[in-house]
């Protein structure tokens, strides 16, 4: 069987290489580097720079872990260098890996071709030299990603304005930023921002920052945002941006007050949108709606034979439910429709300061659909292994069902909270309830034994929080 997929990105690369093992064989179209947005402007260039920075901030605070460091300076020239080689290395890496599972890489603009027959499909691949070439399939993978979206705010034309991709890219690391959307990409680059040492200001239009987090999270980290300098401003919309000389002026309205912030750079960040139109889609076939591919349970298009998966379809895009689409859409065209995606686990991994992650519901979801739940918070402060890290900022929140005590959602804002955030991801697909969590043995010292001491605080029975004493039984 020939599969054709295009887009290189997580969900494409990876449903290459999963169906070239199931047999098939596998050419992948890309017009740019491999890896996606996730690998070269997203994801992985985010979390190197967060590294270099959040090291920087320590280290201008090591006088109070008793280290004495002298002047500490960033380079942020050197910052830049240390992440592209990183990119480098991993695109390199996809690269070889696609080779050695015998997948062809073709480099072009790959778009599927409108035809009556029902097969072979047909992909045109249009090269930078503008030459055009056509590869026969029997199955294809559309796997097209997503671009930001850029809101109808009059002067988002002007110099100095940046989008995510942009952001990462900055060679010169501004005095001022604001940004639009608290988001999870406004959210971590403002952490970022902020720790390199400027001064940012977030402006967000709901009541809450990070809208898919659980409120109790979402409010801590905003406190700890701002402890750290960060302004935030929620409920409030950006009316107008103006370049004033060398700022930018940016007219933000909130409740019916409006304001003016003055920066040097501004950052859109108020979501992405899936990446399906203006490709011929439709006329190939496949049912486009508002800009996503529509699929089925088994991420088959309205053509036959046509998958998709990835941020192409909507949904949850986060590159971690793209690699997940890309195999389960590879193993449903070449063997057969019998797999799905299971969404209940998926995590949220916010890397913030701290972290920040959650999976299954959050209460305000658990209390819209009217289960009975039950909850169990411990604070990081209680911790051993927490106080040591980061003074002990963060807890963990399980919520658990009342009817069998089966852990439905839980959340942890926490140093490595979106590692430890599996265990959670475990107990939701394998059904387990509290019980089996705090009888699991949690290492110690271990911010970890937080997970187990929240599912205990579900009955009162944390130990290292006080609980009142229950009046003795006969
Ligand atoms: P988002 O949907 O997470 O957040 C956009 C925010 O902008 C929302 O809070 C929204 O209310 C706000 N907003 C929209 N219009 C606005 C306006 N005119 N003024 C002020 N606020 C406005 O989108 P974001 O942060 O751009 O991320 C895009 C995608 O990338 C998401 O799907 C996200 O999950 C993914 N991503 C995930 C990461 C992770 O999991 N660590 C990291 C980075 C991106």
Not at 72 to 99: F, P, S
Not at 387 to 414: P, Q, R
Request: charged share 25%; glycine share 10%.
């Amino acid at each position: 069987m020939r599969v054709v997929v295009i887009g290189g990105g997580p969900a494409g690369y990876v449903g290459a290489i999963r169906a070239s093992q199931l047999g098939a064989e596998v050419v992948l179209v890309e017009r740019r580097a491999l890896g996606g947005t996730c690998l070269n402007e997203g994801c992985v260039p985010t979390k190197a720079l967060l590294h270099t920075v959040g090291l920087f901030s320590q280290m201008r605070r090591a006088a109070d872990l008793g280290i004495d460091v002298g002047e500490v300076k960033l380079d942020w020239a050197r910052a830049q260098a240390r992440k592209e080689a990183i990119v480098k290395r991993l695109v390199a890496g996809v690269g070889m890996l696609l080779r050695k599972a015998g997948v062809q890489v073709v480099r072009g603009n790959g778009r599927l071709a409108a035809s009556q027959l029902v097969t072979p499909l047909r992909v045109t691949v249009k090269t930078e030299d503008g030459s055009e070439t056509e590869l026969k399939a029997e199955k294809v993978l559309l796997a097209l990603g997503s671009r930001a979206i850029v809101p109808p705010i009059p002067g988002l034309d002007n110099p100095g304005v940046m989008y995510s991709a942009e952001a990462l890219e900055v060679s010169e690391l501004p005095r001022r930023l604001v940004v639009i959307g608290g988001g999870v990409i406004g959210i971590e680059l403002a952490t970022m921002f902020a720790k390199a040492g400027c001064d940012v200001v977030v402006v967000e239009m709901l009541h809450d920052i990070l809208p898919p987090v659980d409120t109790e999270l979402s409010r801590s980290l905003r406190q700890l945002l701002t402890r750290s300098g960060v302004r935030v401003y929620t409920g409030s919309r950006v009316v107008s941006v103006e370049r004033r000389g060398d700022e930018l002026v940016v007219r933000i309205r909130t409740e019916d007050k409006e304001e003016e912030l003055t920066t040097d750079r501004l950052l859109v960040a108020v979501g992405r949108r899936p990446d399906a139109e203006g490709q011929g889609l439709e006329e190939a076939g496949v049912r486009v709606d508002r800009g996503k591919i529509v699929v089925d349970d088994y991420l088959e298009t309205s053509r036959p034979g046509v998958f998709a998966a990835g941020d192409v379809i909507g949904g949850v895009m986060l590159a971690h439910v793209a690699f997940h689409e890309g195999i389960v859409a590879a193993e449903n065209a070449v063997l057969g429709k019998n797999r799905r995606v299971d969404y209940k686990t998926v995590p949220n991994a916010i890397y913030t300061d701290p972290e920040v992650a959650g999976v299954g519901l959050t209460e305000k979801q658990a209390r819209t659909m009217g289960l009975s739940i039950r909850i169990g918070r411990f604070p990081l402060a209680a911790n051993a292994k927490a106080l040591i890290e980061n003074n002990g900022n963060g807890f963990v929140k399980v919520i658990t069902s009342e009817l069998d005590g089966k852990v439905i959602g839980l959340h942890i804002l926490g140093p490595r909270a979106t590692d430890m955030i599996s265990e959670g991801g475990l107990a939701l697909q394998m059904g387990a309830s509290v019980e089996d969590i705090y009888a699991t043995v949690h290492p110690h010292p271990t911010i970890s034994e937080a997970l187990a001491e929240a599912c205990l605080a579900v009955d009162s029975r944390a130990i290292h929080i006080p609980n009142p004493p229950k009046p003795v039984r006969d």
